[in-house]
């Protein structure tokens, strides 16, 4: 299994992103998605999931109405847009699956956004 972020940057309070995380090595449309994102010197947060059929989402208070969670099947891609940033959603973001049999669920390694003016 491999998950692999891009497309943080970094960006200016108010701009918007988008993040991809691409995956291979599993059946992509049998397994929800998440992305959490990690702040330095605190503990990761979860921001927002999708389940695998892509009709259900959810998302962190903190981020609901700015950020979508969508998925791309045919692409075997997961993405996060991100709109009217904050300096608060500074971290580095990474997706992961929402189940697997094998133990720790699989996640990648991460792609950093930085909110500064």
């Known amino acids: 299994v491999q998950l692999v972020e891009s497309g943080g940057a970094l960006v200016q309070p108010g701009d918007s992103l988008r993040l991809s995380c691409v995956g291979s090595?599993?059946?992509?449309?049998?397994?929800?998605m998440e992305w959490l994102r990690q702040a330095p010197g605190k503990g990761p947060e979860w921001v927002s999931l999708i389940d695998r059929t892509g009709r259900s989402v959810h998302y962190a208070d903190s981020v609901k109405g700015r950020f979508i969670i969508s998925r791309d099947v045919a692409k075997k891609t997961l993405y996060l847009q991100m709109n009217g940033l904050r300096p608060e959603d500074t971290a580095l973001y990474y997706c992961?699956?929402?189940?697997?049999?094998?133990?720790?669920?699989?996640r990648g390694q991460g792609t950093q956004v930085t909110v500064s003016s």
């Open positions: 090595g599993f059946t992509f449309e049998s397994y929800g």
């Open positions: 992961r699956l929402t189940s697997w049999t094998g133990g720790r669920l699989p």
